[in-house]
């Protein structure tokens, strides 16, 4: 295999793919999303920049996908800045910053000296489970199934709600027809779950990544007059046994304000990991 001069970045083409997949396979559990974009990249619109120090393998990455920047630093904050950032910002469009909180930080402080700074931060924690869920007892009436495209209509008010609670940074105005569109997609790509009471949709649960052996679920939302009952909590807890059945770990990760929600995840098994940081640019 090729070996690369010490201190070294450089931009991986696609029939270069070996070299950053290397990288996430190492720690995946930390780089569910990162490796999700990574196996569905573009190597026309999107960038793989890594860094080498010497023998035959990457020790770093910056991944480019759809606007946001994933740094893949393997647990180092001591990087060398990749020389190729200012010209690149000037043909790129970057909107957020996103991975463990240490490594955004890193790449945040590459990027001040350039004159780019974000302008919000939200800091979660990420979480994983690698066995069969807890037990948890579903309230009288609560019904699970695999949402289909005919619950669109239906579950659309849901997806509004929660990307308005949970995914808008402050002051982003709401697009209805971006949202119907996300949420055509993550019917027609991702895995869904619907909980049905009193004969409606009150909640839901879907995947938004999946790396080479493990998913990560988001996108949960429960009706405010049925939270409180462990609906979130239960749903977390079925899906989440879906996914394992198919032999996948699974990942989350949860605002660190959201103090409900951590709670509800823990109940179900799931453990704490890292730090984990989105800034918005």
Same mark, same amino acid.
Request: charged content about 20%.
């Given at each position: 295999m090729e070996r690369f001069p010490l201190c070294r970045w450089w931009k991986a083409h696609e029939i270069e793919r070996i070299w950053p997949e290397t990288l996430l396979r190492m720690k995946e559990i930390y780089y569910v999303a990162a490796c999700s974009r990574f196996r569905t990249m573009n190597f026309v619109k999107d960038h793989a920049w890594v860094f080498t120090s010497g023998g035959a393998g990457a020790s770093a990455m910056l991944l480019h996908s759809?606007?946001?920047l994933f740094p893949v630093f393997n647990g180092k904050t001591d990087i060398t800045p990749p020389f190729f950032l200012e010209r690149a910002l000037k043909n790129i469009a970057i909107y957020s910053l996103?991975?463990?909180?240490?490594?955004?930080?890193?790449?945040?402080?590459?990027?001040l000296p350039l004159g780019v700074s974000g302008r919000e931060t939200v800091n979660f924690r990420l979480m994983t489970l690698e066995e069969r869920p807890l037990s948890v007892k579903a309230?009288?009436?609560? $019904? @699970?199934?695999?949402?289909e495209r005919g619950d669109i209509d239906e579950l659309l008010p849901l997806q509004a709600a929660y990307e308005k609670e949970e995914v808008l940074p402050t002051g982003a105005i709401f697009d209805s027809r971006s949202c119907r569109y996300s949420l055509e997609r993550i019917i027609g790509t991702e895995k869904i779950l619907v909980a049905s009471m009193d004969g409606r949709i009150v909640a839901k649960i879907n995947t938004n990544a999946e790396s080479y052996s493990r998913c990560q679920i988001g996108g949960v939302y429960v009706l405010p007059e049925y939270r409180g009952r462990g609906v979130a909590t239960c749903l977390?807890? $079925? @899906?989440?046994s879906l996914l394992l059945a198919e032999n996948k770990g699974v990942n989350l990760f949860v605002n660190n304000k959201n103090a409900a929600a951590r709670k509800a995840y823990a109940r179900c098994g799931f453990r704490?990991?890292?730090?984990?940081r989105i800034v918005y640019m």
């Open positions: 759809r606007g946001a996103q991975g463990l909180a240490l490594e955004v930080e890193t790449l945040e402080s590459m990027l309230p009288d009436g609560l $019904v @699970f199934r695999r949402a977390t807890a $079925v @899906f989440s704490d990991l890292a730090a984990y």
